[in-house]
């Protein structure tokens, strides 16, 4: 599983990723192994459907958009995908 976050990271073992847009059908290339990205045990995992926004999720989960912003590296305006993978909780 890989997040957002951990291919935008500047420096960091994934590609670079300027903005807050990963479309369907991007293609990137992503590096293997390692633990940045992967989901931990005690992390909840929540996967966009279509017609999910952030304050829906947030909701679902009893947090808040900053938080989900926080764990995501995200912005309030940051546009939602399909099939991203999002952590709702730590």
Not at 1 to 15: K, L, V
Not at 57 to 82: E, F, H, K, M, R
Request: proline content about 4%; charged content about 15%; some cysteine.
């Amino acid at each position: 599983m890989c997040f957002i976050s951990s291919i935008r990271a500047p420096g960091g073992p994934h590609n670079s990723l300027g903005g807050t847009e990963l479309g369907v059908g991007t293609a990137r290339r992503i590096a293997l192994g390692g633990t940045r990205g992967s989901a931990g045990a005690d992390e909840r995992v929540h996967t966009v459907r279509r017609g999910d926004t952030l304050w829906r999720i947030a909701g679902l989960y009893q947090t808040t958009v900053g938080v989900l912003c926080a764990l995501n590296d995200i912005s309030p305006n940051t546009t939602l995908y399909p099939g991203v993978k999002l952590v709702v909780q730590r």
